[in-house]
């Protein structure tokens, strides 16, 4: 029943985003990390109400679905990107692949917060505030605002993790965690920092 009431939650955000774009409410980049934010975030707690399998057959289902619905063009929101990106088929592959770094389930839920809260937010305000404040990385642009942002809300999740699992964590590993986590997304191309944030963030965690 939890898997069916999943993937129900996540169709319904599927066709609020494109309900949103037919009414030019979610258009370009903010279109696209309204699913990136919401999934992402509702994702990230799956291990607590789903088993390990599910959640890696449910991302198989996701990549399924993202080539289908790049192929057809079926939900415009999660595509309105102008650049070239692979950013959603590999959100799908790391919602499996974190399985089997980490079978703990504050680490699976961190480190998809990092992908989903933190590369998400720093989108939307790069592209609204950042516009002034540009800087070029290995081909990459950027804003100041939007690494300010992926910055601020990645302590945020580390903080949070921190303060949610027993061990906890020093003030050096989560100052560490959160710049190493911006620079992986500032230097990955093609939405790669989809993948090599959270799995960064697990391993830290992890080890």
């Given at each position: 029943?939890?898997?069916?009431?999943?993937?129900?939650?996540?169709?319904?955000?599927?066709?609020?985003?494109?309900?949103?774009?037919?009414?030019?409410?979610?258009?370009?980049?903010?279109?696209?990390?309204?699913?990136?934010?919401?999934?992402?975030?509702?994702?990230?707690?799956?291990?607590?109400?789903?088993?390990?399998?599910?959640?890696?057959?449910?991302?198989?289902?996701?990549?399924?679905?993202?080539?289908?619905?790049?192929?057809?063009?079926?939900?415009?929101?999660?595509?309105?990107?102008?650049?070239?990106?692979?950013?959603?088929?590999?959100?799908?592959?790391?919602?499996?692949?974190?399985?089997?770094?980490?079978?703990?389930?504050?680490?699976?839920?961190?480190?998809?917060?990092?992908?989903?809260?933190?590369?998400?937010?720093?989108?939307?305000?790069?592209?609204?505030?950042?516009?002034?404040?540009?800087?070029?990385?290995?081909?990459?642009?950027?804003?100041?605002?939007?690494?300010?942002?992926?910055?601020?809300?990645?302590?945020?999740?580390?903080?949070?993790?921190?303060?949610?699992?027993?061990?906890?964590?020093?003030?050096?590993?989560?100052?560490?965690?959160?710049l190493a986590a911006a620079i992986l997304e500032n230097i990955a191309p093609f939405g790669l920092d989809n993948i090599t944030v959270p799995v960064f963030v697990a391993l830290?965690?992890?080890?």
């Open positions: 029943m939890a898997l069916i009431l999943s993937l129900l939650a996540i169709c319904a955000v599927l066709l609020a985003s494109e309900f949103g774009w037919r009414k030019h409410w979610l258009n370009n980049e903010f279109g696209r990390k309204f699913v990136h934010i919401t999934v992402g975030s509702f994702v990230a707690f799956w291990p607590f109400f789903l088993s390990w399998n599910q959640i890696r057959l449910v991302s198989l289902a996701f990549l399924v679905v993202v080539f289908i619905s790049d192929r057809f063009k079926l939900f415009h929101a999660m595509h309105s990107v102008q650049r070239p990106t692979y950013g959603e088929a590999f959100f799908a592959i790391t919602v499996g692949l974190l399985t089997f770094l980490t079978h703990t389930k504050a680490v699976y839920a961190a480190a998809l917060l990092q992908m989903s809260l933190a590369d998400g937010f720093a989108a939307v305000v790069g592209t609204r505030l950042g516009r002034e404040n540009k800087y070029h990385l290995l081909g990459h642009t950027k804003s100041v605002a939007g690494t300010t942002t992926f910055i601020a809300v990645s302590l945020a999740v580390f903080i949070g993790y921190s303060i949610w699992s027993v061990a906890g964590l020093g003030v050096p590993i989560i100052v560490f965690g959160a830290l965690l992890r080890y």
